[in-house]
């Protein structure tokens, strides 16, 4: 019989990221198959029915929607089947228990280096998430993850269902080995984090205390961030920008669009495209011992919101107006502060903008967003008395900072891609020569 996605609300396109059982397994009606995530929530598809798994119609990464066919189960005609076969699919987690003489060989297989040739079998069955050698039982997704961070993932502590490691555990792992001193080796780094112990504090003996869940982006973000920060050697410059006729004309064209707010954000994008066009070295991303030069001009531009900070994307800057970024840029946020960005809004950004604008801040340094190679920080436009060799005359002054991977850029450079955006915003004529 097939088992087709049911109605799980407004959510469309939705990745499958991963299965809960392979081809062969007994569920029973309401057992977890599969698990979709959605912009906002992970959520498991159930058994409508009772049998054995048959095969799957979808792999991980497929898209679905609803009536979408998921896989095949051959149908048990009595409800009660598959309990009656749990004491026989329990066996084989009883054995090994049992004689615990005979659980060595194991231990020592996994203790030996021979099992590394392990993630090949992942490649022939990517819609199945495998059992290594190690005993590590995780999804391809997972296992990705986990790569990207250097993780072993037979040393993850697993709390999905049936012993599944979660992306969500390879995320706690980093953070009790940080916090307990040990070393995190990240992948393709060459070096150890080798921190101290995290600070163990009592906080309820200084007085009364609330704690609060990270949520799911926070969760992601923080794992994203401390991997960019421990692998990529940042550098950061900063520069100062005459904007006072930006800002004029910034209100000229909000009085005359009623329907369009342009913010400096805007401008901020558009000098930053037209930058990565004149030094195509910023618009690049590094992969092994090569550095992939980009053809296309998409910037991405931190969104703050409830959940999080998220990073949403407009594509072909270098050949869209100021007005046009705008339009987008608000779009881009009003969904990411409901909740309805979509992976392709976050995704194939060439370089990305933070701006503190709005808050305030006469400076800071941004993380780069990894495999980007450089980002811009604004901070909050002051007026400053500034000397035109004759005398001092008042102008409005916005402080902006580059953090750029030393390891594809070198600081002449960085300088001179930092000018020439300086240069952009204090006469955005430029931009149209």
């Known amino acids: 019989m097939e088992v087709?996605?049911?109605?799980?609300?407004?959510?469309?396109?939705?990745?499958?990221?991963?299965f809960l059982v392979k081809p062969g397994d007994v569920v029973a009606v309401e057992d977890p198959l599969m698990t979709v995530e959605s912009d906002k929530a992970t959520m498991e598809i159930p058994a409508p029915f009772a049998g054995t798994v048959r095969e799957f119609a979808v792999s991980i990464g497929t898209r679905v929607s609803q009536g979408a066919l998921l896989l095949t189960i051959d149908a048990t005609a009595p409800a009660t089947a598959p309990a009656a076969l749990a004491p026989e699919t329990s066996k084989p987690e009883a054995?090994?228990?049992?004689?615990?003489v005979k659980a060595e060989p194991p231990a020592q297989v996994q203790a030996s280096p021979a099992p590394a040739p392990a993630p090949a079998p992942v490649s022939s069955g990517p819609?199945?998430?495998?059992?290594?050698?190690?005993?590590?039982?995780?999804?391809?997704?997972?296992?990705?993850?986990?790569?990207?961070l250097g993780v072993d993932l037979g040393t993850v502590k697993p709390s999905g269902a049936k012993g599944r490691i979660l992306r969500e555990d390879v995320t706690a792992h980093i953070k009790e080995r940080l916090a307990g001193g040990s070393s995190v080796q990240v992948s393709g780094s060459g070096i150890g984090a080798g921190l101290p112990a995290w600070p163990a504090v009592d906080y309820e003996k200084f007085g009364p205390v609330e704690r609060q869940p990270l949520?799911?982006?926070?969760?992601?973000?923080?794992?994203?961030?401390?991997?960019?920060?421990?692998?990529i050697p940042h550098v950061t410059n900063f520069d100062k920008a005459d904007v006072t006729g930006l800002e004029e004309f910034r209100k000229e064209l909000n009085a005359a669009n009623k329907d369009a707010k342009v913010t400096m954000v805007a401008?901020?994008?558009?000098?930053?495209?037209?930058?990565?066009?004149?030094?195509?070295?910023?618009?690049?991303?590094?992969?092994?011992?090569?550095?992939?030069?980009?053809?296309?001009v998409h910037v991405g531009f931190a969104a703050d919101t409830p959940k999080g900070l998220m990073v949403p994307v407009i594509r072909d800057c270098d050949r869209k107006g100021v007005l046009e970024i705008a339009t987008e840029m608000?779009?881009?946020?009003?969904?990411?502060?409901?909740?309805?960005?979509?992976?392709?809004d976050m995704q194939g950004g060439c370089f990305s903008v933070s701006s503190l604008g709005?808050?305030?801040?006469?400076?800071?340094?941004?993380?780069?967003?990894?495999?980007?190679?450089?980002?811009?920080?604004?901070?909050r436009s002051a007026m400053e008395a500034i000397w035109d060799g004759k005398a001092f005359q008042p102008k409005l002054i916005m402080p902006v900072s580059l953090s750029w991977d030393h390891r594809v850029i070198d600081g002449v450079a960085a300088a001179?891609?930092?000018?020439?955006?300086?240069?952009?915003?204090?006469?955005?004529?430029?931009?149209?020569?």
């Open 4 to 18: 087709r996605l049911p109605d799980i609300g407004d959510y469309k396109n939705v990745p499958v990221v991963e």
């Open 95 to 100: 054995a090994p228990a049992a004689p615990p």
């Open 127 to 148: 819609a199945v998430a495998m059992e290594t050698s190690a005993g590590a039982h995780a999804t391809p997704s997972v296992r990705a993850f986990a790569r990207e």
């Open 215 to 231: 949520s799911r982006i926070q969760k992601i973000s923080g794992g994203n961030l401390t991997r960019n920060w421990l692998t």
């Open 267 to 296: 401008f901020l994008i558009k000098a930053s495209a037209l930058a990565l066009k004149a030094y195509p070295r910023f618009n690049a991303s590094l992969d092994g011992e090569e550095l992939v030069l980009k053809n296309y």
């Open 330 to 344: 608000r779009a881009l946020a009003d969904k990411a502060r409901g909740g309805g960005l979509s992976a392709a």
């Open 358 to 379: 709005g808050i305030g801040g006469a400076g800071f340094t941004p993380i780069i967003n990894a495999p980007e190679v450089a980002i811009l920080g604004a901070g």
């Open 416 to 433: 001179r891609f930092l000018g020439h955006i300086a240069a952009l915003l204090g006469d955005f004529r430029r931009a149209i020569v």
